[in-house]
């Protein structure tokens, strides 16, 4: 094997895992730079995980950076337990530890805006959820699609963005959809058939028209990436929705090794490939630290959100309990997840 081919195998993958890192570091970052505008306490800022490469100590934090660049850390004092020392996480008020405690998640979302942003700007055209023309033979046109028409719905669920058609589709699992569309400024409910395509194990629907696609203004990217973003957001929640359903398995889900295959892949294939599953998975990152697990930093917020309204702290002991169960399911999960995305890549 030439080095050439064995260095385009190599640098995706490698891509993929600074890519990881970085939202990681984002996220950490995130918790960095709100501790610091609350005043509190940095015991350690640590980049990677594992045994340290080197560090270095400016003011009272130690800035480290370690040999697993898949993980890092912000090490608050007083962040796990009691502490009676100046500028201690437990000594701040509920509103403070909850602007910190959410600062991580919401970076993330930050950077997979910047991302969604840089997609839009870099695209010719913005697309809309207009259809402009049909492949040749195309089964939907037969189905009663027509140029022109703007789809409002598919299956129930609202389009907005030319983003939100994609996502109406890859839902249906026979080709069969019911759109709204609106034509000469009537809304008209057609059943529409499309061929399904499969690849690898999946089978999806061939989507055989083009999206009308509008010229690029400051507005008109400002406005496009916000809307992309909303059906980023809401692709993940009809996703985890999906999953509770029983409509997606444990075998669906990706863990980090899968992951970086799809990034990997993505970055082979094009750059807007590449952005496109880069935003996604730090926008996921985002919105799943939000949720009330515990474990997480949604549960360390809801907890703080429950001590407000009802001025008392669950007892330490019951909270370290119910952290270090989430933990283990978690963890758990992760390792299931992990061996699929090995037994799939084998």
């Not at 400016?58 to 090490?75: D, E, H, N, Q, V």
């Not at 004092?77 to 910190?100: L, P, Q, T």
């Not at 969604?116 to 010719?124: E, F, N, Q, R």
């Amino acid at each position: 094997m030439s080095i050439s081919s064995i260095w385009n195998t190599v640098y995706p993958i490698l891509i993929a895992i600074l890519f990881f890192e970085l939202i990681i570091i984002i996220h950490e970052g995130g918790h960095f730079a709100a501790a610091r505008l609350m005043k509190i306490k940095v015991n350690e800022f640590s980049i990677g995980m594992g045994p340290k490469i080197f560090s270095f100590t400016k003011g009272s934090t130690k800035y480290s950076l370690r040999w697993i660049l898949f993980g890092g850390y912000c090490a608050m004092e007083g962040e796990d337990e009691d502490s009676d020392e100046n500028g201690s996480f437990s000594k701040k008020s509920v509103g403070a530890r909850m602007f910190v405690v959410a600062a991580g998640a919401v970076m993330n979302l930050i950077l997979g805006f910047l991302i969604v942003v840089c997609i839009v700007s870099s695209s010719d055209l913005i697309g809309t959820p207009t259809v402009a023309k049909f492949d040749d033979n195309a089964v939907s046109q037969s189905s009663g699609l027509q140029a022109g028409d703007t789809i409002k719905s598919i299956d129930g669920m609202r389009v907005f963005t030319a983003t939100d058609v994609e996502t109406g589709l890859s839902r249906s699992p026979d080709g069969d959809v019911q759109m709204v569309v609106e034509r000469d400024g009537k809304n008209i409910t057609l059943d529409v058939t499309f061929e399904m395509q499969e690849y690898e194990g999946q089978r999806f629907i061939n989507m055989d028209f083009w999206l009308l696609g509008e010229e690029k203004t400051v507005g008109g990217i400002l406005k496009s990436s916000c809307s992309m973003f909303v059906s980023y957001m809401r692709m993940i929640f009809l996703s985890v929705a999906d999953l509770l359903s029983g409509r997606y398995g444990i075998s669906d889900l990706s863990g980090p090794v899968g992951a970086v295959s799809v990034v990997s892949t993505a970055v082979k294939t094009s750059v807007t490939s590449m952005l496109r599953i880069m935003a996604l998975l730090t926008i996921n990152v985002g919105l799943f630290n939000l949720f009330p697990i515990p474990a997480l930093d949604g549960w360390r917020f809801f907890m703080l959100l429950g001590e407000g309204i009802f001025k008392k702290k669950l007892p330490a002991k019951w909270e370290y309990a119910i952290n270090a169960a989430g933990l283990v399911l978690l963890l758990g999960l992760m390792v299931i997840v992990t061996f699929s995305d090995v037994t799939k890549l084998f």
